[in-house]
């Protein structure tokens, strides 16, 4: 009987513990990010249903909810990841990001040897029912490690942090240019520069790596026909073809400042190509005007502010290389997408975080941010 009774107390008491488990979990996050995220994710679905149908209808799938049903199914998945992700500690977030990194890059090398060609690239793995695309989860691993090696390189100045993370640097850029993925390799430089001023080195060094960087830019504009073609495009738009991005603009100025009333009509979105993917912003100036594609900035603005204003106020290297590191993936990834779109960036598939249809995206940048929030949550 008191066997009984201390088992009843004991399966009663453990309710409140779990609630309370979350409520403190909840509450410490970061109420900015988290708003900021739930808003991207609602933008991306609204934006899915007005583009999903005709992009369908394109390929000839009969199905018009088709890519909007699968994002709900990707969807899932990313929201799971991201909030188990939000829950670690700083130390289990770096050794998660850490094997993150080096499986997604042997993956790499797999869809580098093996991965079925896709215009002239070698990006993805087929894994059956869907394709995964490696570069976007190593993006994430790849800041947590680095992040890793220069705040050990400035608590040990006998460790050569900063030469570890270039190396580091060096062997996903590799990777990404024998894909080849130009597109994936600047945004990784972009990030990892970041990242190195974040630390506090010398300018001179950030000089001569961006100098290097604009090097192999220009070697893979005279070797890689691809580049070359995209370069020339944006440089001479008069003389080339250029259909994707006028259409783009063309729906973005044909939206106004509240959105094109179609009447029925499909718009200019169903003359263009990857409506749902790579230029779905172009579709949000179309059916929600400019209204819409300011707050889509506005939105990864508030990301990179949130970031940075943590970094500023934590005195942990780590903290402030990898949380500054993960918003600038976030943000530049965001601003390479609708620069695209505004044809003020030579062409690159690059999709907007949490906003285009596509489960790698999607699940990556929920890993993303479930480590950004793991990484900003306040500690007692």
């Not at 993150?100 to 060609?117: D, I, K, N, Q």
């Not at 976007?136 to 800041?143: D, I, N, R, S, T």
């Not at 950030?206 to 220009?218: P, Y």
Request: hydrophobic letters at 55%; a positive charge.
């Amino acid at each position: 009987m008191a066997d009984t009774m201390r088992t009843t107390r004991s399966h009663n008491g453990s309710a409140p513990i779990a609630w309370r488990s979350v409520r403190a979990w909840w509450g410490s996050l970061d109420p900015a990010l988290v708003t900021v995220t739930a808003a991207l994710i609602l933008i991306g679905l609204v934006l899915c249903l007005a583009a999903g149908p005709v992009a369908a209808a394109r390929i000839g799938i009969s199905n018009p909810m088709h890519f909007f049903e699968r994002q709900i199914v990707f969807l899932v998945p990313a929201l799971l990841v991201m909030a188990t992700l939000s829950t670690l500690d700083a130390l289990t977030a770096r050794r998660l990001g850490v094997v993150l990194g080096a499986g997604a890059f042997f993956a790499m090398w797999l869809a580098l040897l093996v991965g079925p060609e896709i215009k002239g690239a070698h990006r993805w793995l087929d894994l059956g029912p869907f394709s995964l695309q490696p570069s976007e989860f190593m993006k994430p691993g790849f800041v947590i490690a680095s992040a890793w090696f220069l705040a050990e390189g400035a608590r040990d100045r006998s460790f050569p942090g900063g030469i570890v993370s270039l190396g580091l640097y060096l062997a996903c850029s590799a990777t990404l240019l024998l894909q080849p993925d130009y597109g994936q390799w600047i945004l990784l430089t972009a990030i990892w520069g970041v990242m190195f001023f974040i630390a506090g080195w010398s300018w001179a060094w950030i000089a001569g790596l961006g100098t290097a960087a604009a090097g192999a830019l220009a070697l893979g504009y005279r070797i890689a026909p691809h580049v070359r073609s995209r370069i020339d495009r944006f440089l001479n738009p008069e003389g080339n073809d250029t259909y994707q991005t006028d259409k783009a603009l063309e729906a973005i100025s044909g939206g106004g400042a509240l959105g094109h009333d179609l009447h029925g009509t499909e718009g200019v979105k169903a003359s263009l190509p990857d409506a749902h993917t790579d230029f779905v912003f172009a579709v949000a100036g179309e059916e929600f005007g400019f209204l819409l594609c300011a707050l889509i900035l506005a939105l990864f603005a508030a990301i990179a502010f949130r970031g940075f204003k943590f970094a500023g106020e934590t005195r942990s290297v780590f903290l402030r290389c990898a949380v500054c590191g993960l918003s600038a993936q976030l943000a530049f990834q965001a601003t390479v997408n609708i620069g695209v779109n505004l044809s003020v960036l030579p062409a690159k598939g690059m999709t907007l975080p949490f906003v285009s249809y596509g489960g790698s995206s999607l699940v990556a940048t929920g890993i993303a941010m479930g480590l950004l929030l793991a990484l900003t949550r306040r500690r007692t």
